[in-house]
């Protein structure tokens, strides 16, 4: 009952005020004889009102068209605009390859480095002979491609802080395409404030 009449007052007193403001105009509403459990659940639910309505989401698709059947693409300026455009501050991003024969991932960009994924990657699993693999019974040609994601990853998170992304040294998020020729998408998602 305390928690309404509290709330009553607060609304009363301050009608146009943000979520905050609200927080501490009800909270000073309540005496400190009224500290009950019920205020502090009331404040405690005032208080993740206010985190949820600070939280920002950006999402954004990526389309590439490679004209090669396999490169890496360096997309940390891309999804930096992203950032700039989401004007979000403090956060994370979520940035995934929205394809089963391509990967995000993050490294160096260091041209000799891209020649040894792709000479270890084709060891791994060979592009030639097609018919070795069951995945190609189906007409298919590309389940090398499916094996190469495997391994090089789907996604990547990274942190946002002071509307960067929070990077360690010589950190880059790539595009890996295993099966080109074709529009192909990757996802970014922002969430934060
Ligand atoms: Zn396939």
Known sequence: MFAAVARRR???SQPNLGPSAWTSAYASACSPKRQTAQNDLVLDIFRRVETIRHMKSYRKELWFNVPSRRAFINIT???QECLLESRIKEGFALIN???ITASVFINDDERGLHHDYEKWLEKLAPHEPVGQYRHNDTGEDNADAHIKRQVMGRD????VT???LDFGPWEQIFYGEFDGK???RVLVKIIGE
């Open 77 to 79: 300026s891309q999804v």
């Open 182 to 184: 074709r529009k192909k």
């Open 156 to 159: 990547v998170v990274v942190a």
């Open 162 to 164: 002071e509307g960067k």
């Open 97 to 99: 390859a929205m394809h």
């Open 10 to 12: 607060a609304r009363r």
